[in-house]
């Protein structure tokens, strides 16, 4: 990434943050700078020298900028691990303030009588991760989940398998042995197995610009399918709920194919 490049990704990133155009460029400007000042800011950031103070005056406020009360004035940005961590604080505090005035606001319609079946699509690398995960932390009874690749196997995942009740069956199956060796190390408690799915590995002689990500099923209920598409990375998922039917029978039994059942605390039903 060239310089210019990092720069402007800073700059789109702080926005991202909440900082407006002009006060997120101060910022980057001064992060380059030990001190500097509005027309040396102005210089650097072709941001306009007039708008430099109200940017720095609003960094300062949010603990981003010191200000020398000099002549003429000179800044400078706080130190970048102080920085980071402001931005953490405030962004998070905005999170949990958005949580509790949705969960204020409540629900605009009754809530449903009994479980519905339904299919939902979601996309985005941590969307995906996010609903296995809140899948997983929901169950009470099993949880079967196939890998395709290791790059799945986040500490995030790992933590939440390892916290899951006692009580809940945890079956990891993998699609090569590798990878299986390296959930069984991760998850030493966990049922593991190399998967007999084969259409999960990537397949040279197809064309196929997509590969298996993820396959999840807790409780027999809920199923979660997600592909990841080579060229970007990026991960595509469905999921379903109120699955209590033959369906959840076929879908357990493919999961769980190479299983020794034996090892199946379930024996494969």
């Known amino acids: 990434m060239s310089t210019e490049d990092a720069l402007q990704e800073a700059t ?9 155009e002009y006060e997120a460029k101060c910022f980057v400007g001064l992060s380059r700078l030990s001190t500097g000042t509005a027309k040396q800011l102005s210089e650097i950031t072709e941001v306009p020298r007039t708008r430099v103070y109200d940017a720095v005056r609003v960094l300062e406020a949010q603990g981003l900028v010191e200000i020398q009360h000099s002549s003429p004035q000179q800044f400078r940005a706080v130190p970048l691990e102080e920085a980071t961590e402001t931005l953490r604080d405030q962004y998070e505090a905005r999170v949990d303030r958005l949580a509790d005035a949705l969960e204020t606001a ?5 809530e449903s009588n009994g479980p519905v079946q339904e299919v939902w699509a ?22 079967v989940l196939v890998l395709g690749e290791d790059t799945l196997l986040t500490e995030d995942l790992i933590t939440t398998l390892t916290e899951l009740n006692e009580t809940v069956d945890v079956l990891v ?25 084969g259409w999960m590995r990537p397949q040279a002689e197809f064309d ?9 099923l807790v409780d027999r209920s809920n199923i979660l399918v997600s592909t990841i598409v080579q060229d970007t990375r990026q991960e595509q998922a469905i999921f379903g709920g109120g699955f209590r039917n033959g369906l959840i029978v076929i879908a357990r039994r493919l999961l769980s194919q190479g299983l020794l059942p034996g090892r199946d605390p379930r024996g494969g039903q």
Request: hydrophobic residues 40%; proline residues 3%.
């Open 12 to 20: 789109e990133v702080l926005q991202q943050l909440g900082l407006k």
């Open 106 to 110: 409540g629900d605009a319609e009754p």
């Open 122 to 143: 979601l996309s985005g690398n941590d969307a995906v991760a996010n609903r296995s995960r809140r899948l997983i932390t929901e169950a009470k009874d099993e949880v």
């Open 173 to 197: 199956g993998a699609v090569t042995e590798s990878l299986e060796r390296e959930i069984h190390n991760s998850l030493p408690d966990a049922t593991t197995f190399v998967s007999g799915l």
């Open 208 to 216: 196929d610009d997509l590969v298996i990500g993820r396959l999840l």
